[in-house]
């Protein structure tokens, strides 16, 4: 077992996007849409979370290689009718590896902030559907599920 000898690769951009949901019961998405926290700001802090997520990736998936990231984004989404945050994370890089776990680990963090976050209007709060949407440079190609964020 060991990290992936990318020493022969070739430097090119790197792009990752990927995205989750977090669904929340009607009472607890209302508080969320109304007041937020009592711990503050959920989405900027979700988004921090994110950002710090993804550059410390290395230090969370043992295997991962440290990356110089150049982009790192992470946004969100309300779907009101089904009483759901959207994230989305968007990694670039130029590299010698990919950048999909950093961008998984931005959205399972951002995720996460916001779970901590809200707990406090009931646990029935559910993180689900987590997935790479898109992934761009190297040797393997494009890789896209869905739309391009």
Partial sequence: MGMVDISEKQVTKRVAQACGKIVFSPKAFKILLKNGSPKGNVLETAKVAGIMAAKNTPSLIPLCHPLTLE???????????????????????????????????????ACLTIYDMMKFS???????????????????????RGKVL
């Avoid at 009101?80 to 010698?96: A, D, L, M, Q």
């Avoid at 898109?134 to 494009?142: D, N």
Wanted: net charge positive.
């Fill in 71 to 109: 982009k790192v984004s992470v946004s969100f989404e309300f779907l009101k009718s089904k009483n759901t945050v959207k994230v989305f994370s968007e990694i670039t890089c130029s590299g010698k590896t990919g950048v999909e776990m950093e961008a998984l680990s931005a959205v399972s963090a």
């Fill in 122 to 144: 009931g646990q029935q709060i559910t993180i689900t559907d987590i997935h790479l949407v898109h992934k761009s440079g190297g040797k393997s190609g494009v890789y896209q």
